[in-house]
């Protein structure tokens, strides 16, 4: 299988902030949940690999391509969806559209008409009396009308409500059934990512901590529960985010035979995408 993406030691720099040496690769046809806590470095990656922010160093390959050598063939072949505003008020939806579709050698009318009907938007409607969820349904209707073979996505569903969430999660996995394509998928919201990932990749502080397969990630982790007395110094060694109370402790663990040996009586369960990446992320023991 064919990376659509690969990154190889992308660095840059701020004042207050650093990328440091990131690397990473979406495969072909996988879609890739891109997670960490605010500030962690999502939304720089994410601009660097558009050229929105001019990298210090390293290597951004797109379709085989370099990401700067051959930006406008590349931004000619992506779909774009970023957390926020990117359209002109004042414009209708049809208005907006006849100023983006030229920029797209393959941008089909065709397909434009079929994902506003199946996200019941009006293109005569304006764009100032959007709602945020809107928003983002007409940037991924735009994104998906100029059949973009790599969908970029920074934060898309950021504000939406739970209804809104599930359609546009459900025209992102329609988008992969065709085939030869991919989606970088940023976002904080990670239960959306339980549905929809194949590939997790986890920053934290400017750093990739993990890229692995979502299943795979899902199947190592466990939640630990049980009374106090079953903890001991050899048996904490195995617990990250452990939390101990009156009440006996919980925490998570990917050493789950060796926690069933040395704690037979102990309770397990399984655990979510966002109690593994707090593991990793603010895994401190604590004493309540």
Known sequence: ?????????????????????????????????????????????????????????????????????????????????????????????????????????????????????????????????????????????????????LLIMDEPTSGLDPLVRSQFLEMVTDYMKCGGKGVFFSTHITSDLDKVADMLILIDGGKIIFQQSKDDLLDKFRIVKGNTDLLNNQSIKLIKSLKVSPFGFTGITEYVSKVKKEMPKVLLERATIEEIMLAYIGGDNIDC
Request: glycine share 8%; with cysteine; proline share 3%.
């Open 1 to 149: 299988m064919d990376n659509i993406l690969e990154v190889n030691g992308l660095t840059k720099r701020y004042p207050a902030f650093s990328l440091d040496e990131v690397s990473f690769s979406l495969p072909e046809g996988c879609i890739t949940g891109f997670i960490g806590a605010n500030g962690a470095g999502k939304t720089t990656t994410i601009r660097s690999l558009l050229n929105l922010a001019h990298k210090d160093a390293g290597t951004i390959k797109i379709f085989g391509l370099d990401a700067e050598k051959h930006e406008k063939e590349i931004k000619d072949r992506i779909g774009i969806v970023m957390d926020g505003s990117y359209f002109y008020n004042d414009l209708s939806m049809k208005d907006m559209k006849n100023i983006i579709a030229p920029a797209y050698s393959k941008w089909s009318d065709t397909d434009y008409r079929t994902y506003m009907e199946k996200f019941d938007l009006d293109p005569k409607q304006k764009i100032s009396t959007f709602s945020s969820g809107m928003k983002m349904k007409y940037a991924l209707v735009l994104a998906l009308s100029h059949q973009a073979e």
